[in-house]
């Protein structure tokens, strides 16, 4: 079975992190959030308390297949002042393993210099953030290699099923046909 991490920073988008976990799980792929507070409550940016599954201090979590970072004001901001964060960011992307970012997010990681000359995509707001490394594409989602991202909220299914697209292709229909959706 596959896996796939997601990284909860208080102020996270509550539909960028919850509707790809969704699609992900209707796939049968395991996902298991991670809270970066030092305990599992963590706040939306719409002040939604959820409860992280773990937290990221307490192992690696090198094992799974993939990592997402949700976006949202200001969780994609406290995703750039963790380390560990940005450091299993770093290990999935470089060890070959699917790394997926939406709306701010790839902000964070532009920031740190891990997505430098990459095809990427995000929220309109953080342009100028990335402008200067990143190659930025209009787009609702952009995959260049292992590197999956999504411009913003309304896309967030959409990234979901490219996660699914990534790991497991052959869910894809069935998922889809199972929600109802047409395209």
Known sequence: MKKVYVLLANGFEIIEAFAPIDIMTRAGIEV???????NLEVYSSHNIQVKADKLLSSEDFKDGDGIFLPGGYPGYENLLKSDKAMQLAEYYLNSGKLLGA???APSSLARKGLINGKNITLH???YDLVEDCCHIHDKPIVIDENLITGSGAGYSLDLGFAFVNYLIPEKVSEVKKAMTIKK
Request: hydrophobic share 30%; glycine share 16%; net charge negative.
């Open 124 to 126: 309109f707001g953080c």
């Open 32 to 38: 298991e959030t991670l809270s970066l507070n030092d």
């Open 102 to 104: 939406i709306c701010g």
